[in-house]
């Protein structure tokens, strides 16, 4: 799915129009049907539910109009609050005409504020994607108003007070919403963590908007889903062999850290590569032949850490870094690797550490390597913490761009940055992710996906963040939040990945 910004989307709204020879209050009436229907077949409003629908002067409100109009009519408790405003769109105007007589809207102001019960629910439909500055006098007061009154919270569209797309000044009046109902595309606003509080659930509800016109849309962010996905990885041939999938090698472990060496073995070999080695220090040969014995071990002659570079003829692929520490003679053989291979790789924690502390090493990066840091790390590899998440966005794509390197950002919504500078988000995954080890899962079954000769590196990527994500969600059912361990990701990577097949 692609994330417009705020004026992409207005001019969707009217290409729309014009293509579906309908009106804007027509498509406003869409809009707000179906947050109508949401509030009854979703949230199942009864009929004693005290409603408090807010709406500003904009579109934002026509939508917040039509929503009390419906529910005025069905029989709800509708109390309908106006702001003070110098001028309102047109199409505000011609809703509010079109009120009933039993349903007047009450003007607020900063010492009038309504009364709103705790167990009340309210619709904000005070300001969407035309919000063109910090909101002050009484829609700031009542948006604070709102987020003190203990109510259930439902967002038309935007949370008031945030940009769909761009930071707002610290201390702003945000509306702090339960839910945001979202017309047919998300923002990117709802998939960063310093927006979580304002956005709540965020629901997307289609409108009908003209899917040509999003399709000749030009964007350079991306929300990916399954849809998007399904098919793309290759069925296996019937005549298939484990030389046909490709020969991953991955360096890692370390003293007291051999467990991530094994996470991410085994992620590699259900991930579906044909062949998996690991190279582990010494210490590391039993642990690793018993707990992947599918897998083959090369230990290194040191017995803590990794000191040498394997011969990397027989490999499509080179992992490097979970558990690896960051050892002199390690970083010698991460120099050692940068500066020979001629396989796609990947890099992770120690590895980008090692990348952070020494930059020089950066430059020896080969073009579409895929680093997969989580925000700390990659504050470490670009050496200058974030000033907010969209300045971290902005980083990212300045580091794939300079590297021409696919760059990944963990978290929930993980952000992959191609070396063009387009970015894309994962929709996978959940909090019980947040567990040791789940970052090594991903780096195991992304080798296994980029030593797949039949993929891109963007396409392997891609694969590779929502089925470790989607094997989290299949997992989750079983194991409960708090008991999802990065292994029990692991045993979902098959099932995650055959969704995918083409
Ligand atoms: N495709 C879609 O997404 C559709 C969107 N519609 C609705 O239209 C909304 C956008 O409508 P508008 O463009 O009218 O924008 P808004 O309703 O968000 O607000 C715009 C108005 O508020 C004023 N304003 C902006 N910031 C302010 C501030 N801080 N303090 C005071 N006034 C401020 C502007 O000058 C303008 O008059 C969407 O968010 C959505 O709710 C629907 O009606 C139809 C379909
Ligand atoms: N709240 C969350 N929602 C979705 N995915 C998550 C969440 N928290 C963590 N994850 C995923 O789990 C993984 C954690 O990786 P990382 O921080 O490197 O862990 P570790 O270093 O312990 O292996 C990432 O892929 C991340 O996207
Ligand atoms: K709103």
């Known amino acids: 799915m692609k994330l417009l910004s705020p004026a992409q989307t207005r001019a969707l709204d009217q290409?729309?129009?014009?293509?579906?020879?309908?009106?804007?209050?027509?498509?406003?009436?869409?809009?707000?049907?179906?947050?109508?229907?949401?509030?009854?077949?979703?949230?199942?409003?009864?009929?004693?539910?005290?409603?408090?629908?807010?709406?500003?002067?904009?579109?934002?409100?026509?939508?917040?109009?039509?929503?009390?109009?419906?529910?005025h009519r069905a029989g709800y408790r509708v109390h309908l609050w106006l702001l003070p405003a110098a001028r309102h769109s047109p199409d505000f105007t011609?809703?509010?005409?079109?009120?009933?007589?039993?349903?007047?809207?009450?003007?607020?102001?900063?010492?009038?504020?309504?009364?709103?019960?705790?167990?009340?629910?309210?619709?904000?439909?005070?300001?969407?994607?035309?919000?063109?500055?910090?909101?002050?006098?009484?829609?700031?007061?009542?948006?604070?108003?709102?987020?003190?009154?203990g109510a259930m919270v439902v967002a038309v569209d935007m949370p008031s007070g945030l940009y769909a797309d761009a930071p707002q000044p610290a201390d702003c009046a945000v509306v702090r919403a339960d839910f945001t109902l979202s017309f047919e595309l998300p923002k990117l606003a709802f998939l960063l963590p310093q927006n979580a509080g304002f956005v709540g659930d965020w629901r997307l509800l289609p409108i009908g908007l003209d899917q040509e016109v999003i399709h000749?849309?030009?964007?350079?962010?991306?929300?990916?889903?399954?849809?998007?996905?399904?098919?793309?990885?290759?069925?296996?041939?019937?005549?298939?062999?484990?030389?046909?999938?490709?020969?991953?090698?991955?360096?890692?472990?370390?003293?007291?850290?051999?467990?991530?060496?094994?996470?991410?073995?085994?992620?590699?070999?259900c991930g579906g590569a044909g062949l998996v080695t690991t190279r582990v220090p010494a210490a590391g040969y039993d642990i690793l032949q018993i707990s992947a014995p599918e897998a083959m071990c090369l230990t290194d002659p040191d017995t803590d850490c990794i000191t040498e570079l394997?011969?990397?003829?027989?490999?499509?692929?080179?992992?490097?870094?979970?558990?690896?520490?960051?050892?002199?003679?390690?970083?010698?053989?991460?120099?050692?690797?940068?500066?020979?291979a001629q396989v796609p790789l990947v890099l992770d924690a120690d590895a980008?550490?090692?990348?952070?502390?020494?930059?020089?090493?950066?430059?020896?990066?080969?073009?579409?390597s895929l680093l997969t840091p989580h925000p700390k790390e990659f504050e470490r590899l670009v050496g200058?913490?974030?000033?907010?998440?969209?300045?971290?966005?902005?980083?990212?794509?300045?580091?794939?761009?300079?590297?021409?390197?696919?760059?990944?950002?963990?978290?929930?919504?993980?952000?992959?940055?191609?070396?063009?500078?387009?970015?894309?988000?994962?929709?996978?995954?959940?909090p019980g992710m947040a567990t040791g080890g789940s970052g090594d899962v991903l780096t195991g079954l992304l080798l296994a996906l980029r030593a797949h000769r039949h993929l891109s590196p963007l396409t392997a990527a891609l694969l590779g963040l929502h089925a470790h994500g989607r094997a989290g969600d299949l997992a989750l059912p079983h194991t409960g939040?708090?008991?999802?361990?990065?292994?029990?990701?692991?045993?979902?990577?098959?099932?995650?990945?055959?969704?995918l097949m083409g």
């Open 15 to 71: 290409a729309t129009i014009r293509a579906q020879y309908t009106t804007s209050t027509a498509l406003m009436e869409r809009a707000a049907d179906a947050v109508t229907n949401w509030l009854l077949n979703e949230l199942l409003l009864d009929y004693d539910t005290e409603i408090h629908v807010c709406c500003g002067p904009g579109n934002n409100g026509g939508d917040g109009l039509v929503v009390a109009r419906n529910l």
């Open 94 to 149: 011609h809703q509010q005409q079109q009120l009933p007589a039993g349903l007047a809207g009450q003007q607020i102001s900063p010492n009038q504020l309504p009364a709103i019960a705790a167990g009340a629910v309210v619709v904000d439909a005070l300001f969407g994607t035309g919000l063109s500055r910090p909101l002050e006098g009484a829609a700031a007061a009542l948006v604070r108003h709102i987020n003190d009154s």
């Open 216 to 269: 000749n849309t030009a964007v350079d962010r991306f929300f990916v889903t399954a849809d998007e996905l399904r098919g793309q990885l290759p069925k296996r041939p019937k005549f298939s062999h484990k030389g046909t999938f490709g020969h991953a090698l991955l360096l890692a472990g370390s003293k007291g850290k051999m467990g991530a060496a094994v996470l991410a073995t085994q992620a590699c070999l």
């Open 310 to 340: 394997p011969d990397l003829a027989p490999y499509d692929a080179v992992g490097i870094g979970p558990g690896l520490g960051q050892h002199d003679d390690t970083r010698m053989v991460l120099r050692q690797l940068l500066e020979t």
């Open 352 to 368: 980008l550490n090692l990348l952070g502390a020494y930059p020089d090493l950066q430059n020896l990066l080969p073009p579409n």
């Open 384 to 430: 200058e913490p974030a000033r907010d998440d969209y300045h971290r966005l902005d980083q990212l794509r300045d580091f794939a761009g300079r590297t021409r390197c696919y760059c990944v950002l963990k978290g929930a919504y993980t952000a992959l940055a191609a070396p063009d500078g387009t970015l894309y988000f994962n929709s996978t995954g959940n």
């Open 481 to 499: 939040h708090a008991g999802l361990l990065a292994s029990d990701i692991v045993r979902f990577i098959g099932p995650a990945l055959e969704e």
